[in-house]
């Protein structure tokens, strides 16, 4: 039996609004489309979710209209909530500006998920089963209160846990004394190519992936996401390698990094090699940014459709891509 991707991080409310591009300071711009939906770590529990893992939200949320948003969303997905709703205020929200590349711009506002306690990292703690993936984001770490708590919740995790790190945005604002603890735990590290360059000051993805991979433990690896490019795959005692992306036409990049990695995680957790996994998730993040919204990561069927003859298809499913 696989093992559950459980989420000790952020789901709150995206409003993304698609802008033919950004304007500039001062400016203005008229959005061509917009919509509130359910984001965040939100679309990496679905991606795991919908390729058969079972996935859990150990995270905060709110009571009000965001809060109301997330638990329908989850519960949309079958994915169970583990703590109960804060009664103090409401989730937090992320504006999401997408431009006519497909490139997205994130303001982000907190709301309860930013007061977490030592208290609800214990009730995740006494959940976990052995062989459970937990997924951490940056996201949670630089902020001021909960950065401490999670270093130290999971610097305390068992080894018979997996601890997959998405450096998140704002990896260059969270503090030593919270990231060192939490990279010297850390089984997985999956960042894209702009968080790769400001956690080594690398452009190349590839010497990126090779100086992550020396700063975590000894059995650990690292994946640095390069878009239509695929993703450099960095394992213990052996040179990074080049894992090709499978070319769509991107309508929108929202939410894909959080399809790779839960589609990575996944199929990890069930048994597939981590160049497999990593090659699926490559097709899992293209299959979603060619369909607008941001969780769009496809299931099993879909992503066996998307693969057709494929290698990657038989390896996945079978004979015949199934």
Same mark, same amino acid.
């Given at each position: 039996?696989?093992?559950?991707?459980?989420?000790?991080?952020? @789901?709150?409310?995206?409003?993304?609004?698609?802008?033919?591009?950004?304007?500039?300071?001062?400016?203005?711009?008229? /959005?061509?489309?917009?919509?509130?939906?359910?984001?965040?770590?939100?679309?990496?529990?679905?991606?795991?979710?919908?390729?058969?893992?079972?996935?859990?939200?150990?995270?905060?949320?709110?009571?009000?209209?965001?809060?109301?948003?997330?638990?329908?969303?989850?519960?949309?997905?079958?994915?169970?909530?583990?703590?109960?709703?804060?009664?103090?205020?409401?989730?937090?929200?992320?504006?999401?500006?997408?431009?006519?590349?497909?490139?997205?711009?994130?303001?982000?506002?907190?709301?309860?998920?930013?007061?977490?306690?030592?208290?609800?990292?214990?009730?995740?703690?006494?959940?976990?089963?052995?062989?459970?993936?937990?997924?951490?984001?940056?996201?949670?770490? @630089?902020?001021?209160?909960?950065?401490?708590?999670?270093?130290?919740?999971?610097?305390?995790?068992?080894?018979?846990?997996?601890?997959?790190?998405?450096?998140?945005?704002?990896?260059?604002?969270?503090?030593?004394?919270?990231?060192?603890?939490?990279?010297?735990?850390?089984?997985?590290?999956?960042?894209?190519?702009?968080?790769?360059?400001?956690?080594?000051?690398?452009?190349?993805?590839?010497?990126?992936?090779?100086?992550?991979?020396?700063?975590?433990?000894?059995?650990?690896?690292?994946?640095?996401?390069?878009?239509?490019?695929?993703?450099?795959?960095?394992?213990?005692?052996?040179?990074?390698?080049?894992?090709?992306?499978?070319? @769509?036409?991107?309508?929108?990049?929202?939410?894909?990094?959080? /399809?790779?990695?839960?589609?990575?995680?996944?199929?990890?957790?069930?048994?597939?090699?981590?160049?497999?996994?990593?090659?699926?998730?490559?097709?899992?993040?293209?299959?979603?940014? /060619?369909?607008?919204?941001?969780?769009?990561?496809?299931?099993?069927?879909?992503? /066996?459709?998307?693969?057709?003859?494929?290698?990657?298809?038989?390896?996945?499913?079978?004979?015949?891509?199934?």
């Amino acid at each position: 039996m696989s093992g559950r991707l459980i989420l000790a991080g952020n @789901v709150i409310a995206d409003l993304v609004i698609e802008v033919p591009a950004l304007p500039e300071r001062g400016g203005d711009v008229i /959005a061509t489309r917009a919509g509130t939906t359910a984001g965040g770590g939100f679309n990496t529990l679905v991606a795991a979710g919908r390729l058969g893992t079972e996935a859990v939200f150990a995270g905060l949320h709110g009571t009000g209209p965001h809060g109301d948003l997330v638990r329908a969303a989850l519960a949309a997905e079958d994915i169970a909530t583990l703590l109960a709703p804060r009664t103090d205020g409401d989730t937090g929200f992320t504006v999401a500006l997408v431009d006519g590349e497909g490139e997205r711009t994130f303001v982000t506002s907190f709301g309860v998920e930013a007061t977490l306690t030592r208290a609800d990292l214990d009730a995740v703690t006494a959940s976990l089963r052995p062989g459970d993936l937990v997924q951490l984001s940056g996201y949670g770490l @630089v902020l001021r209160d909960n950065g401490p708590l999670l270093a130290d919740f999971t610097a305390a995790l068992p080894t018979d846990i997996t601890v997959c790190l998405d450096p998140a945005p704002l990896v260059a604002d969270i503090p030593e004394a919270v990231l060192a603890p939490v990279l010297a735990r850390t089984d997985w590290l999956s960042a894209n190519a702009r968080e790769a360059r400001l956690m080594t000051g690398l452009d190349d993805p590839r010497a990126a992936a090779t100086a992550l991979r020396e700063r975590l433990a000894p059995g650990a690896g690292v994946l640095v996401r390069a878009d239509k490019d695929g993703c450099w795959l960095a394992t213990p005692g052996r040179p990074p390698v080049h894992v090709p992306g499978f070319p @769509v036409a991107a309508v929108d990049s929202n939410g894909a990094g959080d /399809a790779h990695v839960g589609a990575f995680l996944a199929l990890l957790g069930q048994g597939h090699d981590p160049l497999t996994a990593a090659s699926a998730a490559n097709a899992a993040a293209a299959y979603a940014v /060619a369909r607008r919204g941001p969780a769009t990561a496809p299931d099993r069927r879909a992503l /066996a459709e998307f693969l057709g003859e494929h290698p990657l298809a038989r390896a996945l499913f079978g004979t015949g891509g199934r």
